[in-house]
T-cell receptor, first 115, second 110 residues
C-alpha cells in the first residue's frame, strides 16, 4: 500500500541552525501539507501546497519557514534559523485531486529537537 | 474565530462498552469535518470525511455523524486495539487550512 515517507525520523539541531525536513508524498497525489505537533498539544496546520505554489499558510508559517518541491517527488520544509520553540513533531501529508482531495495521508513524522 | 473542541479529553472503556466521542465546532463555513486516529509516536490516520448535517459514515466498529454544530464518533463494542487518540478536524470555506481539535485519548481495557 502506498505511503508517505519522511526523513529523518529524528533531527537534533542547535538554535539558530537551518534544518530541512524531507517528505516523499504518495506518487499520484497533488496536494501537499506540513503540520506540526508540539508534545502534548494539538496538530497545527502550517502550509498547503498545490501546483508548485503555496495555497494556504498559517500564522505560524512566517519568513523563517519555506517549502519546496525540488524534483517532482520530494517535498521539503526548511526552517532557516531554528528557535527552541520549533521543537516539535513535523508531519507531512498528501492527498489526491478530485473528490478525495480532503482525505489526507500523513507520514510518520520527523521529531525536531532544538537545543 | 474558527474553533474545534473535543470531549472528553480522555476516556477509559471496558472491552465491549460502547460510547461516543464529541467534536463541537464553530466555523464561518464548513467545507468538511474529518476524523483521524493517532497512535503514539505516529502520524494521524484518516478515518472519515463528513460534509453536511445528517451525514453518517461507518467503518467496522466506528460510526461518525454530523450536525450543524457538532460531530460524534460512536464506538460500538470496542476492543483493546481501538485504543488511540481520536482527532477531529475541520476545513473552512474558502481556505485550504485544516483546524484540529486536541483529541480524545481512548483506552479500551480487556
Amino acid at each position: 500500500e502506498p505511503e508517505v515517507t519522511q526523513t529523518p525520523s529524528h533531527q537534533v539541531t542547535q538554535m539558530g541552525q537551518e534544518v530541512i525536513l524531507r517528505c516523499v508524498p504518495i506518487s499520484n497525489h497533488l496536494y501537499f501539507y506540513w503540520y506540526r505537533q508540539i508534545l502534548g498539544q494539538k496538530v497545527e496546520f502550517l502550509v498547503s501546497f498545490y501546483n508548485n505554489e503555496i495555497s494556504e499558510k498559517s500564522e505560524i508559517f512566517d519568513d523563517q519557514f519555506s517549502v519546496e518541491r525540488p524534483d517532482g517527488s520530494n517535498f521539503t520544509l526548511k526552517i532557516r534559523s531554528t528557535k527552541l520553540e520549533d521543537s516539535a513533531m513535523y508531519f507531512c501529508a498528501s492527498s489526491e485531486a478530485g473528490t478525495n482531495y480532503n482525505e489526507q495521508f500523513f507520514g510518520p513524522g520527523t521529531r525536531l529537537t532544538v537545543l | 474565530e474558527d474553533q474545534v473542541t473535543q470531549s472528553p479529553e480522555a476516556l477509559r472503556l471496558q472491552e465491549g462498552e460502547s460510547s461516543s466521542l464529541n467534536c463541537s465546532y464553530t466555523v464561518s463555513g464548513l467545507r468538511g469535518l474529518f476524523w483521524y486516529r493517532q497512535d503514539p509516536g505516529k502520524g494521524p490516520e484518516f478515518l472519515f470525511t463528513l460534509y453536511s448535517a445528517g451525514e453518517e459514515k461507518e467503518k467496522e466498529r466506528l460510526k461518525a455523524t454530523l450536525t450543524k454544530k457538532e460531530s460524534f464518533l460512536h464506538i460500538t463494542a470496542p476492543k483493546p486495539e481501538d485504543s488511540a487518540t481520536y482527532l477531529c478536524a475541520v476545513r473552512t470555506s474558502g481556505t485550504y487550512k485544516y483546524i484540529f481539535g486536541t483529541g480524545t485519548r481512548l483506552k479500551v481495557l480487556a
